[in-house]
């Protein structure tokens, strides 16, 4: 089970490496926040094995770097989702309405966990139930985002696979933390969730290095010219 592990997390590393290429390479102003997200998470699952293998999974530092690095992932995937249904509803007239929608629905999730639950601030069933509650949010903006796509006469189709790969990851991840809460003892049952939620990172990566491919289509030739015969 380890070796498999370890073979996901390296394929994760790669195609996330692949990714960073694709972006630079292509639309990178554009999508400047996935960079920075893709970017954000590489660096966190660096450190996050750094520091395991230095201190131990049960370790205090080992807690600290793993749930301040995914609290800040997620926020990161936040701020991406919200960019991207402004960019779906650029000369929309419900263009204001939704984006007043979307600051309210940002608080309300930004805020609810401190408010919802019961755990101690700031530590380890805490962190689970921010991270649990984030990435829910998250799967509710991006049905906005849907909305706003499908409603969207001139439709994007490349911002549309970037959706899909953004929800694959993201409705999966929400509920493979809601699973983590019924093995906090550890076991197989942990492994294979944490298992299956790096599965879903690596799908949706793989559907955002397919939206960024660059284009393979060859480019239509100019018609040559119709050449008059010059008068006698």
């Known amino acids: 089970m380890e070796l498999f592990s370890n073979a996901i997390v390296t394929a994760q590393v790669l195609l996330q490496l692949v990714l960073l290429y694709l972006l630079i390479r292509g639309p990178f102003r554009r999508y400047f926040l996935i960079f920075a997200y893709t970017l954000a998470q590489t660096v966190q699952t660096v450190v996050d094995g750094a520091v395991l293998r230095k201190f131990g999974v049960s370790s205090n530092e080992y807690k600290m770097a793993f749930w301040t690095d995914a609290i800040t992932?997620?926020?990161?995937?936040?701020?991406?989702v919200i960019t991207l249904t402004y960019q779906a509803l650029e000369g929309s007239p419900l263009q204001s309405k939704m984006t007043r929608l979307l600051a309210i629905?940002?608080?309300?999730?930004?805020?609810?966990?401190?408010?919802?639950?019961?755990?101690?601030i700031f530590y380890t069933r805490w962190f689970n139930g921010t991270d649990q509650i984030l990435n829910?949010?998250?799967a509710v903006l991006n049905l906005f985002l849907w909305t706003a796509l499908?409603?969207?006469?001139?439709?994007?189709?490349?911002?549309?696979?970037?959706?899909?790969?953004?929800?694959?990851?993201?409705?999966?991840?929400?509920v493979l933390l809601g699973l983590r809460q019924f093995t906090e003892g550890g076991g197989i049952g942990r492994e294979i969730a944490?298992?299956?939620a790096r599965l879903s990172i690596v799908v949706g990566t793989l559907i955002w290095c397919w939206a960024f491919r660059p284009s393979t289509r060859p480019k239509k030739s100019a018609p040559a010219a119709v050449q008059t015969p010059a008068p006698l």
Not at 105 to 120: C, Q
Not at 150 to 174: C, F, H, I, S, Y
Request: charged share 15%.
């Open 150 to 174: 499908l409603g969207n006469k001139k439709r994007d189709p490349q911002l549309l696979t970037v959706t899909a790969g953004l929800g694959a990851r993201v409705a999966a991840t929400a």
């Open 194 to 196: 944490d298992i299956a």
């Open 73 to 80: 992932v997620d926020l990161l995937l936040f701020f991406v």
């Open 136 to 138: 829910f949010g998250i």
């Open 105 to 120: 629905l940002s608080a309300v999730i930004v805020i609810l966990p401190f408010v919802v639950l019961k755990s101690r």
